[in-house]
């Protein structure tokens, strides 16, 4: 991304100007520093490539003679529903579409092919269903997350994709009821074909995490385990939800810019959904998620987090969905500084470090197809975004929130932002960023409608209902939301609610990492509940290694290497090689001279053994003995050893003296007395 500031400014500069549109541009300078060294992708590609010096040379290599990037658009969005469904025929333009056609070009191909807008979008929800005790306590339905997931994938793909893959239970009748008359016309077959797609699914998602991953049976593309006590209930959503992908995926009459649900997961009121472009999903490998609740007693799920990971090609990329502590006194930020805290200690995610040992069987563990490593924790990643109620207010008073907001000085407003003043302190979300906030408080309205809760509702107002959970797309009867007009504050309801002061409770934070960069700030005007929907535009260079030129260039360090070592190994010659010393004067020294010359490319030391002698042992076996002298007591050999530089030849001489035996000896009169 060489332009990162002109694709901001044209994300933001070319929005369509309405009334509703608020978005600021985050500029950032430079091209991001790819991951090397202790990449878990990157190591599980080199497994089989063990040496210090072989992975130095490897790594000696460009980054981009192995490495492709991809610049994926991302939106994150968050919205607190209040415990509503959508309105029947609601579309999220508002929300989503916020800059239309004005996302920055794509630096690839893949991207560029599947159309303007984003790549990838996380959404979400903070309330999708009431906040009762039945909810907290026994566990919440999913009705309110699939008609927000209707609603969402209805404003993504239309209304007849929707109707297609959501339709059975919350499209309109008549699609609902074309549905089942297809499902009954086609009777068993239609049956064991979605139970086969079912059964299946976690086959498909293996397989082709076996494909990224490049792994040849070795277990890695393998589905990874679900953790002790997982329900059979979230099992079979699950499963249906990995059907789901794999029929949109297997779709051959859709095109890539169609979305589909990569992944979802709900903890009571907190539900994340995450959808992809077609052509993007087939790139998103490693989907994890984890839970954490820090309501009633810090352990219920009235409060708390949903956090999925996830690699976009081989980049790892973590989103965060949470719903903090309320209450608006002083020193109640205290308490959703601990939730913060809490989340980041408590969401923990799979470890999938493949040099890890399960402390019960004592076996090795075997590496999912993310190839997380050592990563557990949120802190552990690069790209993390945060978003969701957070529920952060203003300091100041009441009537003086609503004269800034009615003078249009958000700047100076933003000077009693507690979450503001926190960060800055060090207090919260320590290293964390946010956009500039150039849009009104999000909280809290009158349903339906654009004023402020506590404020006289203008009249010739048409309120637009939310669906309650008295009368929900699926005539659900579970609910213990009051059936009514309006609901709580709405335009046609008395205030009966506490008059609360403005805040910005819907908040979109990132980690800056690596590779993630936001590039606009904005909020949607949705009047189902008496929050308003926030969202985000981001760029992510997601990277990709590409595996035949990782597997290339770590033969070639092997080659390498090996011409290396066979290089570094001494060649040397020595003349003669062999002399005879014939006979030896008596008493007169005589010498021989050896040459060892270094014809190789590196020093060579050399240093002079003796024979080895066999000797018989105590038991009767026949054993060497290396501890001897060098060479017998009338022979002296100089320099026993030495160091030979490279071209150089070293020069050893051997000298033969033989004395001793007196005057009258063999040897003596043969010295006098030399053979003719």
């Not at 609902?176 to 979605?194: D, I, T, V």
């Not at 557990?376 to 993390?384: E, F, L, T």
């Not at 637009?464 to 609910?479: E, I, Q």
């Not at 990132?510 to 936001?518: A, D, E, M, S, T």
């Amino acid at each position: 991304m060489k332009n990162l500031i002109a694709k901001a400014a044209n994300l933001v500069n070319k929005a369509v100007d309405g009334p509703h549109v608020h978005a600021a541009p985050v500029a950032h300078t430079g091209r991001s520093e790819l991951p090397r060294k202790n990449d878990p992708v990157l190591e599980h590609l080199l497994r089989d490539f063990r040496s210090a010096k072989l992975r130095k040379q490897f790594f000696s290599h460009d980054i981009k003679e192995y490495t492709e990037t991809h610049d994926v658009k991302v939106l994150a969005g968050t919205y607190n529903v209040a415990g509503k469904k959508p309105p029947p025929g609601l579309k999220l333009h508002d929300w989503l579409d916020q800059w239309k056609d004005c996302w920055p070009k794509a630096s690839n191909s893949n991207s560029a092919a599947v159309g303007s807008g984003p790549d990838v979008l996380v959404i979400g929800f903070q309330e999708v269903v009431p906040l009762s005790a039945g909810n907290v306590i026994a566990g919440p339905s999913t009705v309110g997350a699939d008609a927000w997931d209707y609603a969402l994938a209805s404003t993504l793909n239309g209304d007849d994709w929707a109707s297609r893959n959501y339709g059975r239970t919350f499209g309109s009748a008549a699609a609902s009821q074309a549905m089942y008359l297809n499902l009954e016309k086609l009777g068993s077959q239609a049956a064991y074909a979605y139970s086969v797609i079912s059964s299946q699914a976690a086959t498909v998602v293996g397989a082709m995490d076996k494909m990224w991953s490049g792994a040849n049976g070795d277990g890695s593309g393998q589905q990874q385990t679900q953790q002790p006590g997982f329900s059979a209930m979230a099992a079979a959503s699950e499963q249906q939800q990995q059907a789901r992908l794999a029929m949109a995926l297997s779709d051959a009459g859709d095109s890539d810019s169609v979305y589909v649900q990569v992944t979802c997961k709900q903890l009571v009121g907190v539900y994340l959904s995450v959808w992809a472009r077609k052509q993007i999903a087939r790139h998103v490998r490693g989907v994890q998620a984890t839970t954490a609740a820090t309501g009633f007693g810090g352990y219920l799920g009235n409060k708390g987090a949903v956090a999925v990971r996830m690699r976009v090609y081989d980049a790892a990329f973590v989103v965060v969905c949470s719903h903090l502590a309320s209450g608006d006194q002083e020193g109640d930020e205290l308490k959703r500084h601990n939730d913060v805290a809490e989340i980041n200690r408590r969401c923990v995610f799979a470890a999938t470090d493949p040099l890890a040992v399960d402390p019960v069987t004592q076996q090795q563990q075997q590496s999912s197809s993310g190839h997380w490593g050592s990563s557990s924790y949120i802190m552990d990643h690069d790209n993390v975004i945060w978003m969701g109620d957070l529920n952060y207010r203003l300091t100041c008073t009441d009537e003086e929130a609503r004269r800034y907001i009615r003078a249009g000085k958000l700047e100076a407003l933003l000077n009693y932002d507690q979450l503001t003043r926190e960060m800055a302190a060090g207090r919260v979300f320590k290293g964390w960023r946010e956009g500039p906030i150039s849009f009104n408080p999000t909280y809290k309205y009158h349903l339906g409608c654009n004023v402020y809760s506590g404020e006289p509702v203008p009249p010739g107002i048409a309120a637009v209902k939310a669906v309650d959970s008295s009368a929900s797309l699926a005539d659900s009867a579970d609910s213990d939301e009051p059936s009514g007009h309006g609901g709580r504050d709405s335009p046609s309801a008395p205030e009966k609610q506490k008059k609360r002061i403005p805040a910005w409770c819907d908040r979109v934070l990132w980690l800056p990492g690596r590779q993630l960069y936001q590039l606009a700030y904005g909020r949607g005007e949705i009047a189902v509940s008496d929050h308003r929907p926030v969202a985000a535009a981001f760029l992510f260079e997601a990277h990709r290694y590409d595996r035949d030129a990782v597997q290339q260039l770590a033969e070639s360090a092997r080659r390498a290497i090996d011409m290396s070592d066979n290089a570094a190994r001494p060649k040397c010659t020595l003349s003669p090689n062999f002399f005879e010393m014939q006979q030896v004067p008596f008493g007169t020294p005589m010498n021989f001279s050896i040459d060892l010359a270094n014809v190789g490319s590196c020093p060579a030391r050399y240093y002079v053994v003796p024979p080895p002698k066999p000797r018989m042992s105590s038991d009767g076996l026949m054993s060497w003995d290396d501890n001897q002298p060098i060479c017998p007591p009338w022979l002296m050999i100089g320099p026993v050893e030495g160091e030979v530089q490279e071209g150089d030849t070293a020069h050893i001489t051997l000298t033969a003296f033989i004395s001793g035996g007196g005057p009258n000896s063999p040897a003596a009169f043969l010295a006098a007395n030399p053979p003719t």
